[in-house]
């Protein structure tokens, strides 16, 4: 049986991105039959079709929809491209290879929300994504596709514009990211109020990812139950899983949500390069708990994911063949995160930079025993104290590896040296072609 | 139309660079509801940035005053954003990414490489001015790593001796 493609299937024609070619495989048809539905229909099915939101959360798209109070206009929709967790590299190649999809999918949904007024917040770095999106919009807005009337013949007035970031990760975190909309520092919002009621300028808004607004058109044209038959369980359709590091093949690929992590890895990327054998594989973006290697027979569904004790997040899978030191590995994640703290609440702040210099001082032969205790102390005391899920994605990477590799560490501290020598991220550091969606890069 | 009187320290920059600002500002602003002028400080450090170098506390200032906001707040955006540069920097522009993917496959090497090779550190600039060099956090390459910027453009699968021939063709 041949495996359904939603995403993916236009990458690597001939101006893919372009409207024209969209339109010759029938882009805008899903518009088209949406806009002689009732608006409540079309939630309606996007609730029956089991889409979770692709970001990392994983929560149902179609109930955040509902949360929107009834009588508050105006309400907006922001659509997150901040894509900017490592490992995650999926929704720049919508972006690059059928920008119009996307747009469709917004403006069924502004259609379905009564919004009329969209923005897609791309991060600073994607500088030609954003070229490609804006190209695309103007295509829609001179084809008469969004503007004034929708498709030109439903009085619908609507606007997309796309707002370009500036290099910080925590704009990723969907308060922030309307803060840095707004035009401030990325500094998280308390919640409750959720953006859904007080969102952007205040008002309710809509706050969904690339990819899975990008599943919309496919929904509306085939129903939500097809798509929730293409998954499992509580999660629905095909998702766009980017798999990086120690594989043969790297890249995106489009999968059935319940698709086997050990599968994705073994079969679709070709395996580990020189046949060595996966020390850990980190299955949903930095942020999520490392698995062993002898964990990894799993489906990535996202319960099924949480079930073996970690995250399926943002889909990004991150490969670690068994000649990478992990303690290297975690001091660069921890890096990450205390470069990437706000600084707004005090645990994130002080306490990503303490492991960070904990883990470094490890790494290089001069930590103890005791050092690694102290950062099991100091992640347990970040992880649910913190206004966003920044402190959170700081401590559970520690807290993992230091559960599943704790010999590495006190390794490390007893022969006062990394035992990997110059060779701590691995024997093989080679690029290797990358596929992404079947086009080879 | 003639330019609004500038504000305070602005008035240290050129005029005609403060006219090309306002000329890019205004197609910008066209993307904000007319009340929501400030959403736009972002959009408008940047053109600032690409007008006059670097976003100085006088581009801030001219910032705040087109979008009716506060100088602190231009401040504290220009500072919040690894893409703004307060101080003035190389010709060039060159960011090496040294997160888990790229390291995976080479970008350690990679930035130890450009490191030695342009005699800096990390921050730093070149004596000739030519390049400033820098490593960055992830730019959602991993797929296609090793990665860097420069410039503001991506370049992927990197290798040390494609680094060198990117680099060495920067004037």
């Known amino acids: ?441 | 139309m003639t330019n609004p009187p500038l504000a305070g320290a602005v008035e240290e920059l050129s005029r005609d660079k403060v006219a090309k600002f306002d000329h890019e500002l205004a197609d910008v602003l066209k993307r904000y509801p007319p009340d929501r002028k400030a959403a736009a400080m972002i959009p408008a450090l940047r053109i600032g940035q690409e007008i006059f170098g670097h976003v100085s506390p006088a581009v801030q200032r001219l910032c705040a005053d087109r979008l009716g906001t506060s100088p602190a707040r231009a401040e504290e955006v220009a500072t919040f954003y690894v893409m703004f540069h307060t101080k003035p920097i190389g010709r060039h522009l060159v960011e090496v990414c040294t997160n888990v993917s790229c390291c995976l496959t080479g970008g350690d090497r990679i930035f130890e490489h450009l490191k030695k090779k342009l005699a800096v550190q990390n921050g730093g600039t070149t004596a000739d001015g030519r390049i400033t060099f820098r490593e960055v956090e992830c730019l959602g390459s991993c797929g296609t790593a090793p990665a860097m910027l420069v410039d503001e453009e991506m370049y992927e699968r990197l290798s040390v001796d494609k680094v060198d021939e990117i680099v060495g063709g920067l004037k």
């Open chain 1, 1 to 441: 049986m041949s495996e359904t493609l939603i995403l993916t299937k236009r990458w690597g024609k001939p101006d893919s991105a372009s409207l024209a070619s969209y339109r010759q495989d029938g882009g805008y048809g899903a518009l088209d039959k949406a806009l002689a539905m009732d608006p409540a229909k079309i939630v309606d099915e996007v609730k029956r079709s089991n889409l979770r939101g692709r970001g990392g959360a994983g929560f149902a798209t179609g109930l955040k929809w509902t949360f929107l109070p009834k009588d508050v206009r105006p309400r907006y929709l922001t659509i997150n491209a901040d894509e900017s967790e490592p490992g995650t590299f999926k929704d720049r190649y919508i972006a690059e290879h059928d920008p119009h999809m996307l747009i469709e999918g917004i403006a069924i949904t502004c259609y379905a929300l009564d919004i009329h007024l969209a923005y897609i917040y791309i991060r600073g770095e994607f500088a030609k994504q954003a070229r490609c999106l804006e190209k695309a919009i103007d295509e829609a807005r001179a084809a008469g596709i969004i503007g004034p009337k929708l498709l030109g013949k439903r009085d619908f007035d609507l606007d997309i514009f796309v707002h370009r970031g500036a290099g910080a990760y925590i704009c990723g975190e969907e308060s922030a990211l309307l803060e840095s909309l707004e035009g401030k520092k990325g500094y998280p919002r308390l919640k409750p109020p959720f953006p859904a009621v007080v969102g952007l300028w205040a008002k309710p808004t809509i706050i969904n990812n690339v990819e899975t607004i990008a599943n919309i058109p496919w929904i509306v044209q085939n129903g939500g139950e097809a798509f929730a038959a293409l998954g499992t369980g509580k999660t629905g359709g095909t998702r766009l899983f980017g798999v990086s590091g120690h594989v043969n093949r790297p890249g995106v690929y489009e999968k059935p949500a319940a698709y086997n992590l050990k599968k994705l890895i073994m079969e679709d990327c070709g395996g580990i390069p020189g046949g060595r054998g996966i020390k850990a594989v980190i299955p949903g973006g930095s942020s999520s708990p490392v698995l062993r290697g002898d964990e990894i027979d799993i489906s990535l569904e996202v319960d099924a994911v949480k079930a073996a004790g970690s995250m399926s997040g943002s889909g990004g899978v991150i490969v670690f063949d068994d000649s990478t030191c992990m303690v290297r590995a975690l001091s660069r994640i921890a890096k990450f995160y205390a470069e990437e703290s706000c600084g707004q609440c005090t645990p994130c702040r002080e306490g990503t930079s303490w492991m960070e210099g904990i883990l470094e001082k490890l790494e290089h032969g001069h930590g103890t025993a005791a050092d690694v205790a102290k950062l099991e102390q100091l992640a347990g005391n970040i992880g649910g104290q913190t206004i966003c899920a920044l402190g959170d994605a700081a401590a559970m990477p520690v807290q993992s590896f230091l559960k599943k590799f704790k010999a590495e560490f006190l390794r490390h501290a007893e022969e006062r040296r990394c035992p990997y020598g110059e060779h701590a991220w691995g024997l093989d550091q080679t690029s290797r072609a990358a596929f992404v969606g079947g086009v080879r890069y």
